[in-house]
């Protein structure tokens, strides 16, 4: 099962700051991303393994998926 977490503002907006799924072949971030609706329009990073990664990339089973809200700073 993949492991997906939401930091931030992100989880009081899905209402969970972690959660576990299983996951068809293929599917990937973007897919996941359209199950919650505030993180559909949303200026979002994912973090696939720890590693950015765009809505077209896959994931599998064992992966980390972490949604990350936007950053400033100054």
Do not use: W
Not at 19 to 45: C, I, N, S, Y
Not at 49 to 63: C, G, T
């Amino acid at each position: 099962m993949a492991q997906i977490l939401y930091f931030g503002r992100l989880a009081d907006e899905v209402g969970c700051a972690a959660e576990t799924v299983q996951l068809a072949d293929g599917f990937t971030v973007g897919e996941l991303r359209a199950r919650h609706p505030a993180l559909a329009g949303a200026t979002v990073k994912a973090a696939v393994n720890r590693v950015l990664a765009d809505d077209s990339a896959a994931l599998s089973e064992d992966d980390e998926l972490a949604f990350l809200p936007p950053v400033s700073g100054g």
